[in-house]
């Protein structure tokens, strides 16, 4: 019999409730810039956007966005968590959406080999999905990659390629991994430096360093190396990219479920994969995912633990006294059944 499941799932999680200003623009960037690029490349993915406890007043998101008319091999599939499994909930009321828990639920439902967990205002360049789609990635691996941040909005009208160039001529901050206790977490570009990079394809980030690590031309880099900062564990901005295969995301039970905060949990999630014995893989450019700035104002009323809990927590799954799977086994609210749209025929 055929296996006619996905190679790669990505999942993310959303509401169309404005957050940040101007989310149903990012949204759209990324579902057609995404979209285009799998068709490229012909890629065997689906996209599980799990929409949270949607807003009564607004539309659904297969209403407000729009789609391709072919998505060629892959699949959108659309699955929503209502107001009242969000209620069962503490701190339902501080939190409109549990980011977490709906990527969980996506996790726990993907059918690809291959699981990434990812955010709806992101550009993904031609290099990194050309390397996804090649099917290359390796079960004792999970694949981080540094976030570049740009400033204001892809017009609507742009395609791909030039939704990227528009993209890569506004990033002025790179996320990167760690070095040392006291190291940055990022680096600001300024109009100069841009132009380099622009130039050169030299953008500043992990990989620097590490280059003879590489094999060749894979643009995949190894960096195992305990580097004196969580252990050498890469987590800034982990929630934007956290690739590994669905049966590494069940053996640690997806991100932790806590429902007192939002912070930090995809920086438990790179501990919990590191500690079931999984390599840490890094990409460097020209495979890189540009991420369209945003204003998180709305977060000052959220609940969050103080910062030594977390910093406690990620410690002992590091020396092994806790985890590595911190949830239930009925993670991803698996008893629950949602509705579910599908987009798409993956044919």
Not at 132 to 154: I, M, N, Q, T, W
Not at 173 to 193: A, H, M, P, T
Not at 205 to 222: D, R
């Amino acid at each position: 019999m055929v296996d006619m499941s996905p190679y790669l799932s990505f999942v993310v999680a959303a509401r169309n409730d404005n957050y940040g200003g101007d989310f149903l623009r990012r949204i759209q960037m990324f579902s057609i810039c995404l979209i285009e690029l799998l068709l490229r490349y012909d890629c065997s993915a689906e996209l599980i956007i799990v929409e949270w406890n949607p807003p009564p007043d607004r539309p659904r998101l297969t209403e407000a966005i729009r789609w391709p008319e072919s998505l060629g091999r892959a699949t959108v599939r659309v699955l929503t968590v209502p107001a009242d499994v969000h209620r069962r909930l503490p701190n339902s009321d501080r939190m409109p959406m549990f980011e977490y828990f709906a990527k969980n639920v996506g996790i726990r439902r993907a059918r690809g080999k291959f699981v990434l967990t990812t955010n709806p205002d992101l550009l993904y360049t031609p290099a990194l999905i050309a390397y996804l789609a090649a099917e290359k990635l390796s079960p004792e691996c999970y694949y981080r990659v540094d976030r570049h941040d740009f400033d204001g909005s892809v017009p609507e009208e742009l395609a791909a390629e030039r939704a990227l160039g528009y993209a890569k001529r506004r990033i002025f901050r790179i996320n990167f991994r760690q070095r040392g206790q006291l190291g940055r977490l990022s680096v600001e570009v300024s109009r100069w430096r841009r132009l380099y990079y622009l130039l050169s394809e030299a953008w500043p980030g992990s990989y620097q360093g590490y280059e003879e690590e590489a094999n060749g031309s894979e643009p995949v880099i190894l960096l195992d190396d305990d580097n004196g900062a969580y252990g050498g564990i890469y987590t800034n901005a982990a929630g934007d990219f956290l690739l590994a295969s669905k049966d590494s995301w069940t053996a640690v039970r997806g991100f932790p479920e806590f429902p007192d905060t939002f912070l930090h949990l995809d920086g438990y999630a790179c501990h919990q994969l590191r500690a079931i014995g999984l390599r840490q893989a890094v990409f460097r450019p020209p495979c890189m995912i540009l991420h369209a700035d945003h204003g998180r104002t709305d977060r000052a009323t959220r609940p969050s633990p103080p910062q030594s809990k977390w910093m406690e927590d990620l410690r002992k799954i590091r020396d092994g006294s806790m985890g590595p799977a911190l949830n239930g086994p009925s993670w991803g609210l698996v008893d629950d059944i949602f509705e579910e749209s599908v987009i798409g025929s993956g044919a």
